[in-house]
């Protein structure tokens, strides 16, 4: 009998093939039993395909869950995958819930070495933090941190200061990177950490630019009420670096009203004006650029706040605001003052705008209670009035110290 060069290698390839098939049907197997997900099957995938890391590690988890001993088989998967760091890691929690720190302190660096991701890093500044140990947890909550997004921050952020109290070392510790740092300041500020913030804040005011606008602004809000020294500082550090367009502060020398000539601002925060809405009011600037036009059609609230400002004070140092009012139709509009509010209640009430087309000069003194207090533009009908309709123009509003 005669074969053909052809009929060979068909005779030749059939093994192979045959091979190949029943390695597929064998894996294919394997894999049906570790989808049956219990320790018998898994046992016998095992015999299948003993090179299964997976295998192996959930075969791990059932022999836990029985009370038994699952490192051997955890310790087989990471041979199996030296790369998988979450073996390591699962030996590491192992190692530490037996009080053996020395091993698992070594898995979850083999973990760091085999990852580089936030995990394995989080992992072991975890550990450093429940063994109480310093030398290591700030190298780890550095490395952390230089890994994480900025959704991540928070959390080891908190871990810091649930280790330390000191925020000179926690500072120290951060990455030299802006982000990272313009973050942590909004970490303080939402956590009520006012002090450090000052610190924080002084640094991102003196080299930021405007994407740290907000933030410090924010910070100024928040420190306001506690360390209005600090607030000015960081205002003035804006307005110097021409971040914001409004001048700076010097409550001091009698300078606490930032913007006098009511300007449109992009973001009217700080000591900035708030324009509040109010049904039946609207608030322009005046057609003479350095005053406000507040328009009543009559149905406005019986009262409402319609301008405030966040003003800085010296605390018990006396204070006088000055200003002109006119309606420019000449029809009276009644029921509209000045009010301070401080820390303590009202600090102080203007004399009542009754406005008609002449312009009218007025001011009022109070004396600062504490360090901040708040300037409002209110309207209140007054009893027996109807409600006010026509336009209010105040103007050259201006602040100074007393003597």
């Given at each position: 009998m005669k074969y053909t060069a052809f009929n060979l290698l068909w005779l030749l390839t059939l093994p192979a093939m045959a091979a190949g098939a029943w390695f597929s049907i064998r894996l294919a197997y394997a894999d049906s039993l570790y989808i049956v997900n219990e320790p018998d099957a898994l046992a016998l995938a095992i015999q299948l395909e003993p090179g299964s890391a997976a295998y192996h590690a959930l075969l791990a988890e059932h022999i836990e869950g029985q009370g038994a001993d699952p490192k051997p088989e955890l310790r087989r998967?990471?041979?199996?995958?030296?790369?998988?760091s979450l073996y390591l890691e699962r030996l590491a929690v192992r190692a530490e819930s037996e009080h053996d720190?020395?091993?698992?302190?070594?898995?979850?660096?083999?973990?760091?070495a085999v990852d580089n991701k936030l995990l394995p890093r989080w992992d072991l500044l975890n550990f450093y933090f429940?063994?109480?140990?310093?030398?290591?947890?700030?190298?780890?909550?550095?490395?952390?941190?230089?890994?994480?997004s900025i959704d991540d921050a928070d959390g080891i952020f908190n871990l810091a200061w649930a280790h330390s109290q000191d925020p000179a070392a926690i500072l120290k510790?951060?990455?030299?990177?802006?982000?990272?740092?313009?973050?942590?300041?909004?970490?303080?500020?939402?956590?009520?950490?006012?002090?450090?913030?000052?610190?924080?804040?002084?640094?991102?005011?003196?080299?930021?630019?405007?994407?740290?606008?907000?933030?410090?602004?924010?910070?100024?809000?928040?420190?306001?009420?506690s360390d209005s020294a600090s607030a000015v500082r960081i205002w003035n550090a804006l307005s110097a670096r021409k971040l914001i367009p409004l001048a700076q502060l010097n409550p001091g020398q009698g300078n606490f009203i930032a913007n006098r000539n009511f300007l449109p601002t992009p973001s009217p925060r700080a000591f900035d004006w708030v324009v509040l809405p109010a049904d039946g009011i609207y608030t322009t600037q005046s057609a003479e650029a350095d005053g406000v036009s507040i328009h009543f059609d009559g149905t406005?609230?019986?009262?409402?706040?319609?301008?405030?400002?966040?003003?800085?004070?010296?605390?018990?140092?006396?204070?006088?605001?000055?200003y002109e009012f006119s309606s420019p139709a000449g029809s009276p509009v009644r029921g509209l003052w000045w009010d301070v509010i401080s820390s303590v209640g009202v600090a102080a009430t203007s004399p009542e705008m009754s406005a008609n087309a002449d312009w009218h000069p007025a001011s009022f003194e109070f004396l600062a209670a504490g360090g901040w207090?708040?300037?409002?533009?209110?309207?209140?009908?007054?009893?027996?009035?109807?409600?006010?309709?026509?336009?209010?123009?105040?103007?050259?509003?201006?602040?100074?110290?007393?003597?």
């Open positions: 998967a990471s041979i199996l995958s030296p790369l998988n720190y020395f091993s698992a302190e070594k898995f979850l660096n083999q973990a760091a429940r063994r109480g140990d310093d030398t290591n947890f700030w190298p780890w909550f550095r490395r952390s941190l230089e890994m994480s510790s951060i990455p030299p990177v802006h982000r990272m740092l313009q973050h942590y300041l909004g970490f303080l500020v939402q956590t009520g950490r006012l002090e450090p913030a000052a610190v924080v804040a002084d640094r991102i005011a003196s080299v930021g630019g405007e994407a740290d606008v907000s933030e410090l602004l924010a910070y100024c809000e928040r420190a306001l009420s406005e609230s019986e009262d409402c706040i319609i301008l405030r400002q966040s003003v800085p004070l010296v605390a018990d140092d006396r204070y006088l605001i000055s207090a708040e300037l409002r533009l209110r309207y209140r009908r007054p009893a027996g009035a109807i409600r006010a309709e026509g336009t209010v123009i105040v103007r050259k509003l201006t602040g100074r110290l007393v003597k």
